[in-house]
């Protein structure tokens, strides 16, 4: 039998902040933040990303402080992404596989700087296109999944052999994991991870990450051939389904808020470290608000980080992360 109004009071529980603290389900650490960073070229450069109010691109040599105080903060792992200079974007994305790009400069600036974080990086050609196209772009429109795959293996081992700790394939091409997996192990980089960004939708949340990597100028049409449909969530399975077959140690869901749903169908699927990205759409939503006075950020920040965690996430990548982590240190 069990017992209901009035010898049952949900609220007692509730009464104190002591009594609180004891029944919480979930409780944000630092160290479920992984904090994506833009990169740039020069040096002492911090360009503010105009859609991105509060987020800077750094240059190289400012990446070592900046990940020694992410660090510091409990913040266990950064997430590099470049902003090419036009000079070096180009059909065929060749730059993604320069071992002196932006993005292996970088890598090598935070190791050498000797912070104790992990470095996660991006494997998708948009840095490097002038169409802006996460793949190879055939004459006739079309984006070209087997000969893309090939590019996105050069630039994954070019990032490994920078010294990056986590391989993060954000293309959405099929089979990639997989190849990418076994090129690394066949060059010895057995304990390189693989986050596959398994279900990532074709959003409207990207738009302020495209000026801030500088794709969004060029992109030609739209990513609704590789990228998903937001209303699907079974085809979200079985992009899991297939990445974690070929190799990859943990997934992705992609954007954040509007797909919890989908966090808690693969975390309760799969029984596998999830990770969702709180995108740089999200991440504009909630500055506007506190911009316009309508929302607290401190409060705003911490609750829709909560409500990742409690969806099953094991950690969330949020440009609130320092913001974040300095709230609960
Ligand atoms: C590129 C990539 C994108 C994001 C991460 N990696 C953009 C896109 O797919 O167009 C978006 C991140 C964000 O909006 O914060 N493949």
Redesign the pocket.
Known sequence: MTASYPALRLRRSRAQPWSRAMVAETVLTPADLIW?VFVTGGTGVRDPIRTMPGVERLSADLLGAAAKEAASLGIPCLAL?PNTPASARSDDGAEAANPDNLMCNAVRAIKDSGANIGILT?V?L?PYTSHGH?GLLHDDGRILNDATVEALVAQALNQARAGADIIAP??MMDGRVGIIRAALESEGFHDVQIMAYAA?YASA??G???DAVGSGGYLKGD?KTY?MDPGNSEEALREVALDLAEGADSVMVKPGLPYLDIVRRVKERFEVPVFA?Q???EYAMIEAAVAAGVLERERGVLETLTAFKRAGCSGVLTYHAVVAARLLG
Do not use: E, I, M, T
Request: proline residues 10%.
């Open positions: 994506p992404f991006d998708a948009d996460d954000s293309d990532k949340f990207y302020p990450f495209r990513k990228q990205y995108v740089s759409g």
